[in-house]
């Protein structure tokens, strides 16, 4: 079965911490995406990456960083976290062309920043 | 930016009865759409996909494309209490590029 997993399910961070939110996915899916999720503001874009070492920016990148070393594995970087980055963080992978694919989300990793 | 619209909610209905979910998307070039379903916290998982205009159907739910409106609609037949939970709309931009979302409408089913 098509599987993305997000290592941590909770996390807890100090203001100011660097923070790594790691996703792997086992289907061989070129893209993959970051996404926070708050309420009444849904999913919103943070990066995603097309390939291997390549990443774009999303609609809300700032604060954030992300690195691909490997095609399965695409990380998510808190340079220093701040309270406004409490949120639900959802990972999501892809084949080439959304159009006809969708994603497969992982189970999302919900980060309180205190 | 394309922008996708839906009724936040929430959509109450009673168990049985047909559900009706509306999203509207902005760009008339958009040329296929996704049902995602997200219970209360949890993950989104795709239910449904459409891309010709019309009906197409999957056992209770079916998805319905007006391209001419604008429009993507999920009825969910026969609701159960199951089914309660957030709808997400979501449309690419074009071929390989990210989904943009909806803010999603809660369902309520009431036994």
């Known amino acids: 079965d098509v599987k993305v997993t997000q290592s941590s399910r909770y996390l807890v961070k100090r203001t100011g911490e660097k923070v790594f939110l790691e996703c792997v996915q086992d289907m061989d899916h070129e893209n993959m995406f970051w996404y926070r999720q708050d309420p009444g503001l849904g999913l919103r874009l943070i990066y995603f990456?097309?390939?291997?070492?390549?990443?774009e920016k999303g609609d809300i990148p700032e604060g954030y960083s992300v690195s691909r070393e490997k095609k399965e594995r695409f990380s998510l970087i808190l340079e220093s976290a701040s309270t406004n980055q409490t949120s639900m963080y959802l990972c999501a992978s892809s084949l080439p062309g959304t159009l006809l694919y969708g994603y497969t989300f992982g189970s999302g990793t919900r980060l309180t920043v205190v | 930016q394309k922008e996708v619209e839906q009724n936040s909610g929430p959509l109450s209905v009673p168990e049985g009865a047909i559900a009706s979910l509306n999203c509207t998307y902005s760009d008339r070039g958009s040329q296929s759409f996704f049902w995602y379903r997200q219970y209360s916290g949890k993950s989104p998982e795709l239910i449904m996909f459409?891309?010709?205009?019309g009906d197409k159907e999957d056992g209770r739910f079916t998805a319905q494309l007006n391209k001419a409106s604008q429009y993507v609609s999920l009825l969910i037949r026969d609701s159960q209490p199951s089914d309660s939970a957030t709808y997400l709309c979501a449309v690419p931009s074009s071929g390989n590029t990210p989904l943009v979302f909806g803010k999603g409408t809660r369902l309520s089913v009431i036994a």
């Open positions: 459409i891309y010709s205009n």
């Open positions: 990456s097309y390939d291997v070492k390549m990443k």
